[in-house]
């Protein structure tokens, strides 16, 4: 006798408790995740400044910070860290306050409670979703991955001088050295 397991959608996740705790749905599962430590809001906190500054005075877009509702399915809700929108693709953040589709870019920060998801359940579902940019930082390793969306598949770009630029925010690089002390 096999149980079924009942898929959870996007109403069943607007109604969880605002209780600090982030809650994401992977192919209608609930996933929840503490608050996050210091270091990963350091990391987030700086790259939201630095990118942020960037695609603000270049008018390319908009970058939101957690939380943000990312609704790639009904049963498919995340919460990245950073999400990255161009400026031609804003009216897909509805008034509601979340984003029906794939964000041009997400980055996430990895934490000892995502250390799994991130680059595996979150990394499959992001290229599923078409999403063309995704960064995976990892602030207990001290590494940073920056990943393009090819034939649906993520593949890492290579580094230029310490320098990783970005494909989807025009002209944008970021100094992987000047990311180091964030992390700690």
């Known amino acids: 006798m096999s149980v079924q397991t009942r898929l959870y959608t996007y109403e069943d996740l607007r109604r969880m408790p605002d209780d600090g705790k982030r809650y994401e749905l992977i192919g209608g599962v609930i ?3 503490p608050a996050l430590a210091r270091p990963h809001q350091r990391l987030v906190s ?10 603000l005075q270049h008018q390319l877009g908009e970058l939101y910070v957690a939380a943000v509702d990312v609704r790639l399915s009904d049963h498919d809700v995340v919460e990245p860290d950073l999400v990255f929108l161009r400026q031609e693709r804003l009216h897909l953040y509805n008034q509601r306050g979340d984003i029906q589709g794939a964000p041009d870019l997400v980055v996430e920060v990895i934490s000892p409670s995502s250390e799994k998801t991130d680059p595996g359940a979150k990394m499959a579902l992001y290229a599923r979703s078409g999403i063309p940019e995704y960064w995976l ?6 590494q940073f991955q920056g990943l393009v969306l090819r034939e649906g598949q993520y593949v890492e770009e ?16 970021i100094e992987l050295a000047a990311l180091v002390p964030w992390m700690e």
Do not use: C, H
């Open 31 to 33: 996933d929840v995740a």
């Open 46 to 55: 700086y790259l939201q400044i630095i990118v942020g500054s960037y695609v």
């Open 137 to 142: 930082v990892n602030p207990a390793t001290k």
């Open 158 to 173: 290579p580094l230029v001088a310490g320098r990783y630029r970005s494909t989807v925010i025009e002209g944008f690089e």
